[in-house]
């Protein structure tokens, strides 16, 4: 079964940067597409970024690009959305998310990111 687990959230002023970790379990993910969505109350969850575990290509909605990076550690089973120069629109419950061609689509319970203006 496979299990993810996100951290890294938390509050942060205009600016600031937070990195979020989803962890992963149950499988291996060395075939796998990750991506991590964001979702504000009331708006259907959008999607942020996305990485090809196998050679590590990704990519990005307008909107974060050039301030968010995603990335992942093959070892650990892990995937990152490092965020920087946060705005307070960044606002929103971060989900992760992996599709495994073995198992489908899993997805990370979500994590509050909240950006103080």
């Known amino acids: 079964q496979v299990q993810l687990v996100e951290s890294g959230g938390g509050l942060v002023q205009t600016g600031g940067s937070l990195r979020l970790s989803c962890a992963g379990s149950?499988?291996?993910?060395?075939?796998?597409?990750g991506r991590w969505f964001r979702q504000v109350p009331g708006k259907e969850r959008e999607f942020v970024a996305r990485?090809?575990?196998?050679?590590?290509?990704?990519d990005y909605v307008d909107s974060v690009k050039g301030r968010f990076t995603i990335s992942r550690d093959n070892a650990k089973n892990t995937m990152y959305l490092q965020m920087n120069s946060l705005k307070p629109e960044d606002t929103a419950v971060y989900y992760c998310?992996?599709?495994?061609?073995?198992?489908?689509?899993?997805w990370g319970r979500g994590i509050q990111v909240t950006v103080s203006a």
């Open positions: 998310h992996i599709s495994i061609p073995s198992s489908g689509n899993h």
């Open positions: 149950g499988r291996d993910f060395s075939d796998s597409v």
């Open positions: 990485i090809l575990w196998s050679g590590g290509a990704t």
